[in-house]
């Protein structure tokens, strides 16, 4: 069943990802993937069980969004110090066990790229974090509970959904 | 907080998805989005139980994937009609209640489409479904429930993964 893979060749690219063409077996139209950095998606709940979110603009989705902190894995970074980067960077919390969920693919069609799922329990302020904090990212303590989250008409990433599954039903979050 | 929305010009077309540039308010390096069709992703399940999903070789993945049945919506099409139609040709199923769960973003930060999510049951073979199935799609009835399909190796799908959470949230699927 496995075809053999083909060379790809990158026929577009930008500072964010490129687009590769793989050429089809038969020599008809190539199969096109898109390769980014690999990213984390971080599920992060403090001791009172409030569930950091960030409410930001994106220009894809052309919309306010509510997400789940989450960011590229920098070159050089386990996928463990991107999710410690990036919630501090986008809620100035941290956390002592941030444990990995499980690696996903965004889009086993289209994207060579992995996603990966974290859980941190027991987040807290970082010491001076307001000040080191993304500019444009609002920050959200959410309180409700996972069922109430996924009704929230600005939750709608796939991604953020993805990772709640695997933190409930791996890490035992409860909806 | 809302940034006007910026003209979008196609820098890059696949006969799949087109990669546009929105100009950076600030004059700096554009924002690159990609469009594409909008997909559906169906949890389908039978009378006794036993989930539908799909065994096929993805290129960009470089793997084989289990996952749920998905595919594009065509022109001319509603999701709900797409999702029948991608059950057919996917595992030569059908349903009478395919019930629309929720619209998601794949990707906030990169992809401008959307993909809708079905629960479909009380699926059952369609007549003369097995001559009109896709080749190089394996159809698995897997009857081990959500709780093992997510610790699967082959499935990893993040959309698919999405999906399954608002079955089991919105749709009442059992874990």
């Keep these: 069943m496995n075809e053999p893979l083909q060379e790809r060749k990158t026929v577009f690219a930008t500072p964010w990802f490129q687009v590769l063409a793989a050429p089809a077996p038969d020599g008809g139209q190539p199969h096109y993937v898109i390769q980014g950095a690999d990213f984390v998606v971080i599920v992060a709940v403090t001791e009172r069980g409030q569930m950091l979110l960030v409410r930001q603009f994106r220009v894809a ?30 809620t100035g919390y941290e956390a002592d066990t941030v444990k990995l969920l499980g690696g996903l693919s965004p889009s086993v069609a289209r994207f060579t790229n992995r996603m990966w799922c974290f859980l941190a329990t027991k987040a807290r302020p970082a010491t001076g974090a307001e000040t080191r904090r993304e500019a444009g990212v609002d920050l959200i303590l959410y309180e409700r509970g996972v069922r109430a989250l ?11 959904c993805a990772a709640l599954m695997l933190a409930t039903l791996r890490g035992g979050l409860k909806t």
Tied chains: 1, 2.
Aim: aromatic share 4%; no cysteine; proline share 7%.
């Design 61 to 90: 989705a052309a919309a306010l969004t509510l997400e789940l902190p989450a960011g590229h894995v920098e070159l050089g970074e386990t996928p463990e110090q991107a999710a410690r980067r990036e919630l501090l960077e986008e």
């Design 150 to 160: 996924i009704e929230e008409k600005e939750f709608y990433s796939a991604p953020s």
